[in-house]
């Protein structure tokens, strides 16, 4: 029996506000635990929320980017549960009026574009945070996160395979960053995932039993998550087993699931409206004020990379899947650099020094690759010694016309006195001259590499493949003569 995936996933990704959805704390990561508190965010009695403004615009903004329907009328509902980290015994969310409904972005996998349905995106507060002791059977609340503000973006069952569910994540993440309303960073818990997955035979309409992964901190560790209860689950129906649907957790130094709990219902949680926040009222000239803001998005600024710069789908691709990325690829290429040459060395130099860091911690600015680059252009140095000079950039920050001056590192073009050690060369090479003549022209690479070992490096490559064209084809008639 053959069967199909169904893969939705939950984001929430934390709004880059300066102070909670309903107090004045600030929402800064890694302060001292219980020292960004106040008598709202902790619940105590007789105190009232405040929703804030800058919260509902994000949640607008994100719902423009990703042709959602913005709910003019939306309401806030309580989310009963108890829990340590819940100070007030229930999160504040939406539930029957969320502010978004019915979005939708493209990804695309395997050269192949598909349109992922979003159900609902909606505002709520986060929880605290549990701090296990190692040593003693003891656990620690901070309370610095709870009210921290929250949008949940929830998917259509829409996604067909990890990988599709890979490829959401990173587009959603693009989005948010692009709209600068969370820093997507997934280690300290401001972009989170939850993923709802289960398998049905094909070509049947009624959805399998479902299983809620978490504890996925990665992009990574989500696909390979999915990939791995994928092969649980279906190893379990083709046994003639049924799936319990459960809350699971994933253990990546494991590389395997584990029960949490046995899976929640929305009638579990007993939503009601929140009777101390207002329903939320959005007019037209709100959102047309909000709409007037928002940035050139990820898939926008593809295509104009591809109209305006020339650059293959794949490189347009690649460099606007990040904003700070397309931002520093923009700025090499108004220092001067040939874009699609900007696109090869940030692409292939740049990206395999940063190891997967974000090009904000790269210490060579856009204005010095530019510089690199046009120093290669105009023949000071070639692309063999300008790499020399780019891992030296990378390790001290310097300008790439200081490392040339400090290391001599200038290309050697003068005419005269590369065609002398061309001949010499040849002249000390005859057996090789012979073959070469005799039809192994790949030896031609002998003969320039010899130059290059007697300048270090610094001849003109084009000017060494010139020359010794010229000096073999006039030592052959020398030879006749």
């Not at 989310?79 to 504040?92: A, H, I, R, S, V």
């Not at 994928?230 to 590389?255: E, H, K, P, S």
Request: with cysteine; aromatic share 8%; charged share 25%.
């Amino acid at each position: 029996m053959k069967f199909e995936t169904v893969i939705g996933l939950e984001i929430h990704a934390q709004l880059k506000t300066n102070t909670k959805i309903f107090c004045g704390c600030a929402t800064t990561f890694g302060k001292a635990p219980n020292t960004q508190t106040c008598p709202v965010c902790l619940g105590l009695p007789g105190t009232l929320p405040v929703l804030n403004r800058q919260v509902v615009e994000f949640a607008i903004k994100m719902g423009l980017a990703t042709d959602s329907h913005i709910n003019r009328f939306n309401q806030f509902a309580r989310k009963n549960y108890f829990y340590p980290d819940l100070p007030k015994g229930y999160q504040t969310s939406q539930f029957d009026l969320p502010i978004i409904e019915r979005g939708q972005v493209e990804i695309e996998v395997d050269g192949k574009s598909r349109t992922i349905g979003i159900t609902r995106m909606h505002m709520e507060e986060d929880a605290g945070k549990l701090i296990h002791d190692e040593r003693e059977p003891l656990s620690y609340v901070d309370l610095n996160r709870t009210g921290t503000p929250l949008l949940e973006i929830v998917s259509e069952p829409d996604l067909r395979s990890p990988e599709e569910a890979y490829a959401y994540l990173r587009k959603i993440h693009a989005i948010l960053r692009y709209l600068d309303i969370c820093d997507g960073n997934m280690q300290e818990g401001s972009f989170r995932c939850d993923a709802n997955i289960s398998l049905r035979p094909v070509g049947q309409e009624a959805l399998g039993t479902r299983t809620e992964l978490k504890n996925m901190n990665s992009f990574r560790n989500v696909q390979n998550a999915l990939e791995y209860e994928v092969r649980r689950q279906r190893d379990i129906l083709l046994d003639g087993g049924t799936i319990t649907q459960a809350t699971l957790l994933w253990d990546a130094d494991r590389n395997r699931t584990e029960s949490m709990r046995s899976k929640e219902e929305a009638h579990d949680y007993r939503y009601f409206p929140c009777p101390d926040l207002v329903p939320v009222q959005i007019d037209e000239e709100w959102i047309e004020r909000v709409r007037a803001t928002l940035p050139e998005l990820p898939d926008q600024r593809k295509d104009r990379f591809i109209s305006a710069y020339e650059l293959p789908e794949y490189d347009a691709g690649l460099l606007t899947a990040s904003r700070e990325l397309a931002d520093y690829f923009e700025a090499t290429v108004q220092a001067g650099a040939q874009a699609k040459k900007a696109s090869n060395w940030i692409m292939s130099e740049l990206l395999r020094e940063l190891k997967g860091e974000e090009i904000s911690s790269c210490p060579i600015k856009p204005e010095q690759l530019g510089a690199l680059l046009n120093m290669v252009e105009e023949g000071t140095i070639n692309g063999k010694i300008a790499k020399t000079v780019f891992q030296e950039m990378m390790a001290s920050g310097k300008d790439p016309e200081r490392v040339v001056r400090e290391k001599n590192l200038i290309q050697v073009s003068d005419e005269g006195e590369i065609l002398a050690m061309v001949r010499e060369i040849i002249a000390a090479n005859l057996d090789q001259v012979v073959e070469f003549k005799g039809g192994k022209t790949k030896l031609m690479g002998f003969f320039v590499g010899q130059l290059m070992q007697k300048t270090k490096g610094k001849a003109n490559p084009k000017m060494a493949n010139d020359l010794f064209t010229q000096e073999l084809a006039s030592w052959t008639a020398r030879r006749i003569l």
